[in-house]
């Protein structure tokens, strides 16, 4: 069967920005025909799934080299699907790796689909190497930061910044009033949350020594609830094993309820570190990766910033203290969050600079903007 749009989502976060697009794309076009690969979200939101996004779900430089061999098979079934069905467009969300080297090979294949691709990768960082292949390969490029689109040359591709998601899926959330009385948190308890990750491999590289530092902190600060975020419940049981019986577990529908409640923050570097930016939540950002992957990062790709963690990246200033790799051990961490827990000063400039990054962000709705942006494209409008 023909169809109109083939959109494309790898992982988690992609999942849920896909989610958003397929809802906005279904209102503004409900007659568009869509297949693609994406995740549960996705998947309830309608999509016609070709292949579903846990077959592609990878981190880290080595435990890409040992899943090459199928992200190649499913890389040729994509490829041949597009060519084959030749919708009008294909919407490549995040994903850069795989996303790029498809949109070549599509191109390549002289392919008659537009190809739109959905958040900018970090050439900002490293890979600028991608910016020519994405001005030869790409129709179109929608951004979520700001400074983004002024990386490219607008005369050799369409960029626009579209707005951040997060902005209107915060401001839309509707929060339970009555959330605590889920897990027994009376509304005076200062609280103290872990949010360690989406992915296995985060939680087990960074989840214990998070944990570590926090029960000592505890010790000390005995006016503090500590809470762990759980953002599947497949980590669940790996989350109690090591939490053990004091620790109280917040499941994913009260996100956003913990964020608003949490007086400070350790947390896995990620989409997550923005959220918790938004609701002003003091935060220590932690990343922990193998020696190897510190030794490709910093030698092999000479990736050396001066910020790591997203809103600081963004805000190209110090909005959350960041350890990363080698910066993060037990006693960095430990310091790190005595200064937000001791220092008021320093607790109110943290907010400041979150309310300030979210007037950085500006108030447009990325998924009304995207959609607007695709359907323009493929002369859908």
């Not at 989502?9 to 025909?33: I, M, N, V, Y």
């Not at 944990?211 to 503090?224: G, P, S, T, Y």
Request: charged share 25%.
């Amino acid at each position: 069967m023909s169809y109109d749009l083939f959109i494309f989502a790898g992982e988690a976060s992609g999942d849920l920005h896909g989610e958003k697009l397929l809802k906005a794309l279904q209102e503004a076009r409900p007659d568009l025909k869509i297949k693609g690969v994406g995740g549960p979200r996705m998947r309830k939101a309608g999509l016609d799934c070709f292949l579903p996004m846990e077959e592609f779900e990878v981190m880290g430089f080595i435990d890409i080299l040992g899943s090459l061999p199928h992200l190649r098979n499913m890389f040729k079934k994509i490829r041949e699907e597009i060519l084959s069905a030749k919708p009008q467009g294909v919407l490549f969300i995040d994903y850069p790796g795989f996303n790029l080297r498809l949109a070549r090979s599509l191109k390549k294949h002289k392919t008659s689909s537009k190809l739109l691709h959905f958040v900018c990768p970090s050439v900002w960082a490293w890979g600028k190497r991608r910016i020519p292949l994405m001005e030869k390969n790409l129709d179109k490029l929608m951004t979520l930061l700001p400074f983004e689109p002024e990386l490219f040359s607008h005369d050799l591709l369409d960029v626009e910044y579209v707005g951040h998601p997060l902005i209107a899926r915060i401001e839309s959330h509707e929060y339970d009033s009555k959330w605590r009385n889920h897990y027994g948190i009376s509304e005076d308890q200062r609280i103290l949350s872990l949010f360690p990750g989406s992915r296995q491999k985060e939680l087990e590289r960074n989840f214990p020594l998070q944990l570590k530092v926090a029960q000592k902190f505890l010790k000390e600060r005995k006016e503090f609830l500590l809470t762990v975020s759980c953002s599947n419940e497949k980590f669940l049981p790996f989350l109690k094993n090591h939490a053990g019986e004091n620790v109280k577990i917040i499941q994913m529908d009260h996100l956003y309820e913990l964020m608003r409640a949490s007086h400070l923050a350790i947390a896995t570097s990620g989409t997550v570190t923005l959220e918790l930016a938004l609701h002003r939540v003091p935060t220590v950002v932690t990343y922990a990766i193998t020696t190897l992957d510190t030794f490709l990062a910093t030698k092999i790709f000479r990736i050396n910033l001066p910020h790591y963690a997203l809103p600081n990246v963004i805000a190209k200033d110090e909005v959350f203290p960041e350890l990363f790799g080698p910066q993060l051990t037990e006693k960095s961490l430990t310091q790190a969050l005595h200064e937000l827990a001791a220092s008021q000063l320093r607790r109110e400039a943290s907010i400041r600079k979150c309310e300030s990054l979210k007037e950085n962000l500006g108030p447009k709705n990325a998924s009304r903007e995207a959609v607007k942006a695709i359907l323009q494209t493929l002369e859908l409008s």
